[in-house]
Nanobody
């Protein structure tokens, strides 16, 4: 099993920044991908950003040039730096990892609210 503990959500004004963290119980090299998803009320969960085992990144068009995904192998943590936040970024953000042997795991979610 893989445990994921998220932190860093909160309330911020439009134009502000937040950094989300997701600490994993397993070493990062064991993950095929690490990523962040979000789910707004009444909407489906959607991919925000993804980082592969090789370090390649992928972003949703809506967050390109504003959000940055990164990871720290020593801390076994993946981050999502969110800048220039907009009210439409309001959602519950979920950390996700795909372990090379154990499969797919989700964090508990952290609320991000952006006020206008």
């Amino acid at each position: 099993q893989v445990q994921l503990v998220e932190s860093g959500g909160g309330l911020v004004q439009a134009g502000g920044s937040l950094r989300l963290s997701c600490a994993a119980s397993n070493r990062i090299f064991s993950f095929n991908t690490m990523g962040w998803y979000r789910q707004a009320p009444g909407k489906q969960r959607e991919l925000v950003a993804l980082i592969s085992g090789g370090g390649d990144t992928n972003y949703a068009d809506s967050v390109k040039d504003r959000f940055t995904i990164s990871r720290d192998s020593a801390e076994k943590t993946v981050y999502l730096q969110m800048n220039s936040l907009k009210p439409e970024d309001t959602a519950v953000y979920f950390c996700n990892v795909v372990h090379m042997f154990l499969g797919n795991f989700w964090g508990q979610g952290t609320q991000v609210t952006v006020s206008s």
